[in-house]
């Protein structure tokens, strides 16, 4: 089993940042993936961002590329995602999900993580 917390949602005015936490715990593995996810009202929950833990390649919706980063501190098993240049449209309900064994191919996909946390609201409105 692995456990994810995450912190960090708020509410914010569009062009400011905010930073997202998730931290691991349990019978993570190294050659894990562990990704974010949004779902606002009414949408389905979409692929923001993943980093593999083996070799910390990263990966970006087209939506959120260049604008927000994922990072992976190894000492505390944290994951963080900075969120740059928010917008009313990056509102959702934002989910840290972790899979082990997670291919290259499959980063962006729901299905590949086998554990979600209870997700962190954020909310951008002037």
């Known amino acids: 089993q692995v456990q994810l917390a995450e912190s960090g949602g708020g509410l914010v005015k569009p062009g400011d940042s905010l930073r997202l936490s998730c931290v691991a715990s349990g019978r993570t593995s190294s050659n894990g993936a562990t990704g974010w996810f949004r779902q606002a009202p009414g949408a389905e929950r979409e692929f923001v961002a993943a980093i593999r833990w083996n070799g910390g390649s990263t990966h970006y919706a087209d939506s959120v590329r260049g604008r927000f980063t994922i990072s992976r501190d190894r000492t505390k098993n944290m994951i963080q995602l900075q969120m740059n240049g928010l917008k009313p449209e990056d509102s959702a309900l934002y989910y840290c999900?972790?899979?082990?064994?997670?291919?290259?191919?499959?980063?962006?996909?729901?299905?590949?993580?086998?554990?979600w946390g209870q997700g962190t609201q954020v909310t951008v409105s002037s």
């Open positions: 999900a972790h899979g082990n064994g997670i291919i290259l191919s499959a980063v962006r996909s729901m299905n590949a993580y086998s554990y």
